[in-house]
């Protein structure tokens, strides 16, 4: 039994010394103190604490023998600096906590003092063209993470297939709204080729007149629901924002408006057939789920016959409950 607790204390003691040997100097000292008994409460282990203080490198004064300052970074990059300074970035000069220090051009690129002294070695500072995606993604996200605009981007479907923060916005040389590279519905456009021919469509939402944007209906620094929609403050349907009149809420719901949603009769983009119905007959809209309806006696081969020639208020009523009115 006595072996065993030797052995058993030896094996804690060597642990102790393993992990006491990764740490840095000074915090080694203090927890050597405080393992001679040294406790922080303890005349020994304010004294202790007192030394490791000492110790400890500045990191203010590793700070100001790293970064360089913008100005520096004028010296050479005259053109990017002018871009740099008439953006929203050059709030990166102040001191806030979103920018965590007044850096400047070295808040995203990283200290530059190495890149100075390399004579302008590219492998010395943090560049975006040469950067991974998921690099990029991170060093912007470490500021505008906070921004709930942009705070889902990491679980995004542009995140996921590679897309960076630099595939669609230029921090130096953008003239464009949210230094976008392009106009917006270009830029969605170069690659959303089907969602641009919806567009092209007889009956569609005027995006390419200017009259709404992808922006609108889509957050394309993602969502919580599905292909990154926006939606109200009460998590009603992003289309309720433009077509108020069809929101309710009714006294007898439709249901597929509430449970399927808008997208169960219309197609959100553009379509052949008038209102972006699925179907070129609202009859044979309405039989994809009220097939037994044909079996009453309505007669469905009447060319000009529509269901909601008398089911008028088909997307809800507040007097009836098949939607007469």
């Given at each position: ?68 300052g913008a100005t520096v970074c004028q010296g050479c990059h005259d053109e990017l600096y002018k871009g740099f300074e008439a953006s929203p970035h050059w709030m990166t000069t102040q001191e806030t906590k979103m920018t ?226």
């Amino acid at each position: 039994m006595r072996f065993r607790t030797a052995a058993l204390l030896a094996f804690i003691a060597a642990l102790a010394v393993s992990a006491n040997a990764a740490l840095p100097p000074s915090a080694r000292a203090l927890s050597g103190a405080f393992l001679m008994g040294a406790y922080p409460g303890s005349p020994e282990g304010k004294a202790a604490q007192n030394q490791a203080k000492a110790a400890a490198p500045s990191s203010q004064a590793t700070d100001s023998g790293q970064y360089v300052g913008a100005t520096v970074c004028q010296g050479c990059h005259d053109e990017l600096y002018k871009g740099f300074e008439a953006s929203p970035h050059w709030m990166t000069t102040q001191e806030t906590k979103m920018t965590h220090g007044a850096h400047g051009c070295e808040s995203c690129h990283g200290p530059g003092s190495a890149h100075v002294e390399g004579g302008g070695d590219k492998t010395k500072i943090f560049t975006f063209k040469e950067a991974k995606s998921e690099d990029i993604t991170k060093r912007c996200l470490s500021c505008h993470e906070a921004n709930p605009e942009q705070r889902e981007f990491m679980r995004s479907t542009h995140n996921e297939n590679g897309i960076s923060c630099t595939s669609c916005h230029s921090v130096h040389h953008s003239k464009q709204e949210y230094l976008l590279v392009k106009k917006q519905t270009a830029l969605c456009f170069s690659c959303h080729a089907e969602q641009r021919a919806d567009f092209q469509k007889p009956f569609h939402h005027r995006v390419e007149e200017g009259l709404i944007r992808c922006s609108d209906c889509h957050n394309a620094h993602g969502t919580l629901a599905v292909r990154q929609l926006r939606s109200t403050p009460d998590q009603d349907m992003v289309c309720f924002k433009c077509h108020s009149d069809k929101r309710g809420p009714f006294v007898f719901e439709h249901e597929p408006v509430k449970v399927e949603g808008c997208t169960a009769c219309h197609f959100p983009h553009g379509s052949t057939n008038p209102r972006m119905l699925t179907s070129a007959r609202t009859n044979s809209l309405c039989l994809q789920c009220h097939a037994a309806t044909a079996a009453i006696g309505h007669t469905q081969n009447t060319r000009i016959q529509q269901c909601i020639d008398c089911h008028s208020s088909i997307h809800g009523s507040n007097l009836s409950n098949v939607f007469f009115k």
